[in-house]
Nanobody
Framework: QVYLVESGGGLVQAGDSLRLSCVAS????????MAWFRQAPGKEREFVAS????????YYADSVKGRFTISRDDAVNTVYLQMNMLKPEDTADYYC???????????????WGQGTQVTVSS
């Protein structure tokens, strides 16, 4: 079992930055691929970014490419999502997830956090 706790969300203005954190506990964090998904009101949960567990290869949704950066620090069991140049359409609940591969499909992830809310005003 892996337990994930997100933090760092909040209310910001368009163009601002935020950094989300996700701290993991339980089984060996370093052996899991990690990802961020988001879900806006009335919409399905969508892939944002992921990072593999060995090569640190990263993947991004086209909508955030060039603005968001995912990273991980296995020494402190934490994955981050640095979000720059935020837009109102980035408003959503952001979820951290752990799985065997750095997939874009949410069904490939076994463990999920409770989410942190990000609101971007125009």
């Amino acid at each position: 079992q892996v337990y994930l706790v997100e933090s760092g969300g909040g209310l910001v203005q368009a163009g601002d930055s935020l950094r989300l954190s996700c701290v993991a506990s339980g089984r060996t964090f370093s052996s899991y691929a990690m990802a961020w998904f988001r879900q806006a009101p009335g919409k399905e949960r969508e892939f944002v970014a992921s990072i593999s567990w060995r090569s640190r290869t990263t993947y991004y949704a086209d909508s955030v490419k060039g603005r968001f950066t995912i990273s991980r620090d296995d020494a402190v069991n934490t994955v981050y999502l640095q979000m720059n140049m935020l837009k109102p359409e980035d408003t959503a609940d952001y979820y951290c997830a752990a799985g065997q591969t750095a997939a874009t499909d949410r069904r490939r992830y076994d463990y999920w956090g409770q989410g942190t809310q990000v609101t971007v005003s125009s």
